[in-house]
C-alpha cells in the first residue's frame, strides 16, 4: 500500500510521474484538476460551487477543494493507496489534510518534492505551444508557485516526511529515483 504526495511545480512533471506511477502500484491517481473538472461536469453539489468561482474568474477557494479531495479520498478504490498530484497547495490545505486522514485512519507514506531548475521549467512548458503560455506568464505562475509552496516545503521537511527528487533528468530516472525513495524507509 502507497500513499502518496506528489507536488513540484508547474513544468516539473507531476502529471507524467503520477500516471506512471499510480498504473504501477495500482492505485488511484488523484488530481485535483481531474476532480475539479470532473464535478464541474457532473454538476456535483461541490461542483456547481466551483464553477460559480470560475465564472467569476477567482481561484477555487481552498475549503472546498479540500472538500473535493476528502470526497474523492473517501472512496472505495482508495483503500489499496492513492496518489496525490498537486494537493496540497497551502499549508492551510496540508493542516486540513492531515486532519482529514487521522480521523480517518489513514497516513501518507511520504511528500515528493520535484525539483527542477526554472530555465529548464521554461522551455519545457514553451515547448508545449499553449497560446496562453509565453515567458513571462510561465515566469509569474512559477514565482506564485513558490510564494504558496515554499512554507509548504518546510512543513512536510519539518515532519520528515519530504523527499527532493531531481526531476531535471529523464522520466525513467525520474520515475526509479521515487520508487527507490519510497522503498527505503528512513529516507
Known amino acids: 500500500m502507497v500513499r502518496l504526495i506528489l507536488f513540484g511545480p508547474p513544468g516539473a512533471g507531476k502529471g507524467?510521474?503520477?500516471?506512471?506511477?499510480?498504473?504501477s502500484w495500482q492505485i488511484p491517481h488523484?488530481?485535483?484538476?481531474?476532480?475539479?473538472?470532473?464535478a464541474v461536469a457532473e454538476k456535483t453539489d461541490l461542483g456547481v460551487k466551483a464553477q460559480a468561482n470560475m465564472n467569476r474568474g477567482e481561484l477555487v477557494p481552498d475549503q472546498l477543494v479540500t472538500a473535493m479531495v476528502q470526497e474523492r479520498l473517501r472512496q472505495p478504490d482508495?483503500?489499496?493507496?492513492?496518489?496525490?498530484?498537486?494537493?496540497?497547495?497551502?499549508?492551510?490545505?496540508?493542516?486540513t489534510l492531515e486532519q482529514f486522514l487521522q480521523q480517518s485512519a489513514q497516513i501518507y507514506d511520504r511528500v515528493i518534492n520535484l525539483e527542477v531548475p526554472d530555465d529548464v521549467l521554461v522551455a519545457r512548458m514553451l515547448s508545449?505551444?499553449?497560446?496562453?503560455?509565453?515567458?513571462?506568464?510561465?515566469?509569474r505562475r512559477l514565482e506564485?508557485?513558490?510564494?504558496?509552496?515554499?512554507p509548504l516545503i518546510d512543513f512536510y521537511r519539518g515532519r520528515q516526511s519530504l523527499i527532493d527528487i531531481n526531476g531535471d533528468v529523464s522520466v525513467e530516472a525520474v520515475t526509479t529515483a521515487i520508487k527507490d525513495a519510497i522503498a527505503k524507509p528512513d529516507s
Open 16 to 23: 507524467t510521474q503520477a500516471q506512471t506511477l499510480a498504473k
Open 30 to 38: 488523484i488530481s485535483t484538476g481531474d476532480i475539479l473538472r470532473a
Open 78 to 95: 482508495t483503500k489499496p493507496g492513492w496518489l496525490l498530484d498537486g494537493f496540497p497547495r497551502n499549508v492551510v490545505q496540508a493542516h
Open 128 to 139: 508545449r505551444g499553449r497560446q496562453d503560455d509565453n515567458e513571462a506568464v510561465i515566469r
Open 144 to 150: 506564485v508557485y513558490r510564494e504558496e509552496t515554499a
